[in-house]
């Protein structure tokens, strides 16, 4: 199994990026996605994931701005990022779970990961 993220970059407060994931070796439409992110000295934390189902989830901080959506055919899941905050910077991993609703929240719980792709906003 592969996860290859990429789309990250520099842009100002404001401006948009979209992240792509790209997953091989598995059958995307059986698996939970997710988006995680993780700033200099900081935790990794949970951006948003979308289920297999469909059903979405944001972290508040993102809510409104972000937007997480799936191609099961294309095996690739997105998150389009809009209002860009400087807070937003970090690396951003994307990840893959077969695990229930209430794990998904968690790290942890996910079997598969990407490389990370660096989003960094500043003037």
């Known amino acids: 199994v592969q996860l290859q993220a990429c789309g990250g970059g520099t842009v100002h407060p404001g401006g948009s990026l979209r992240l792509s994931c790209a997953a091989s070796?598995?059958?995307?439409?059986?698996?939970?996605m997710g988006w995680f992110r993780q700033a200099p000295g900081k935790e990794r934390e949970l951006v948003s994931f979308?289920?297999?189902?469909?059903?979405?989830y944001y972290a508040d901080s993102v809510k409104g701005r972000f937007t997480i959506s799936r191609d099961n055919a294309e095996k690739k899941v997105y998150l389009q990022m809009n209002t860009l905050k400087p807070e937003d910077t970090a690396v951003y991993f994307c990840?893959?779970?077969?695990?229930?609703?209430?794990?998904?929240?968690?790290?942890?719980?996910?079997?598969?990961w990407g490389q990370g792709t660096q989003v960094t906003v500043s003037s």
């Open positions: 990840a893959a779970s077969r695990a229930v609703l209430s794990a998904l929240y968690t790290a942890a719980n996910y079997n598969y």
């Open positions: 979308i289920r297999w189902t469909g059903n979405i």
């Open positions: 070796g598995l059958t995307l439409s059986q698996y939970n």
